[in-house]
């Protein structure tokens, strides 16, 4: 008697099942996990090998992408759309000290950089990744006004120390340009305040 109401106890006590994930979720878990594995296989990678990372079914790649090539597409989507990227900019704090926000700011976009030319380089796009005048412009237009504050310790205004900052950024991220020795965020930083010659105010004044 003990046992079987012990039984029906552990039966009723099953843990309930997962709820699975909603079509959009499943999109989203999936190009996580396809991400990387492009980075490394580029469009070799399999649907095996996606769904053996993902923990799931070949056919839930299928259920929730018509194909690989659908799914490859979509990742390549989410890492161009540059408005998650303008908004990860737009929280640098203003409140840091000028040097700590050209920092964030340049590991901000080394990481976009450095994303976006692997995958794209992976799958074996020649060229530039597509761009506008116009996103090109609010990038510059969203570090310039997170530079505005520190406008009279600049030598250059706003506008045109945000074009630096990314140009730097940009060459600091792709192994072609850079030719040579990689550098960290805190030494573009530095580069970009103060050139190869000059120094931070408080040294310059001792």
Known sequence: ?????????????????????????????????VTPLLLQHGRA???????????????TIFRAFGSKDELIRAAIDRHLDPEPFRAQ???????????ERITA???LMRERFTTVFTLMSALGATGPPPHSDDGRREFAEIISRSLAGDAARLNVDPARAAQIVRMIALAASVPQMRNGQSFDDGEIAAL?????AGRPADRVSN
């Open 105 to 107: 700011i340049v590991t």
């Open 192 to 196: 970009i305040l103060y050139g190869i």
């Open 1 to 33: 008697m003990v046992e079987t109401i012990a039984t029906e106890k552990s039966a009723t006590e099953r843990p309930a099942r997962a709820p699975s994930l909603s079509v959009e979720d499943r999109q989203s878990m999936l190009i996580d996990v």
């Open 45 to 59: 990678v399999t649907t095996k090998q996606i769904a053996e990372c993902a923990g799931i079914a070949e056919g």
């Open 89 to 99: 900019l737009r929280l640098v704090d203003l409140d840091l000290p000028l040097e």
